[in-house]
């Protein structure tokens, strides 16, 4: 079973039925069995929408996240359409990854 690294971009303050769109997207993973996964907060980053970065005057959730997940790419595909369901159009980016625990 192959393992990939599927990556999900969001705006840190975005919602999605009621909670944050990364704690959604949380639940919905684990809803379909995967084992975990973590949001990232950018420093700064830039797209369609233009160059934003933290400073000490920036707005509170105006900055880019990245929801990641490890896992086998059924759980990812499924995930994708779950996102696609929906109705959430988010970029996510999938690449293979090898596994493993460091001192076995």
């Known amino acids: 079973m192959a393992t990939v690294c599927l990556r999900f ?3 840190e303050g975005d919602r999605h039925a009621g909670q944050l769109t990364r ?4 639940e919905q993973a684990r809803q379909i069995g995967v084992p975990g996964g973590t949001a990232f907060r950018a420093a700064a980053g830039f797209g369609r929408h233009g160059m934003i970065e933290d400073s000490f005057f920036e707005l509170a959730g105006a900055l880019p996240e990245s929801v990641e ?5 059924t759980l990812a595909r499924q995930l994708i359409a779950v996102v696609g369901a929906a109705g959430l159009a ?3 980016v999938t690449h293979a990854v090898d596994v493993g625990i460091t001192g076995n």
């Open 69 to 73: 997940f490890a896992l086998d790419e």
């Open 23 to 26: 704690d959604w997207l949380f």
């Open 90 to 92: 988010l970029v996510y």
């Open 9 to 11: 971009f969001v705006r």
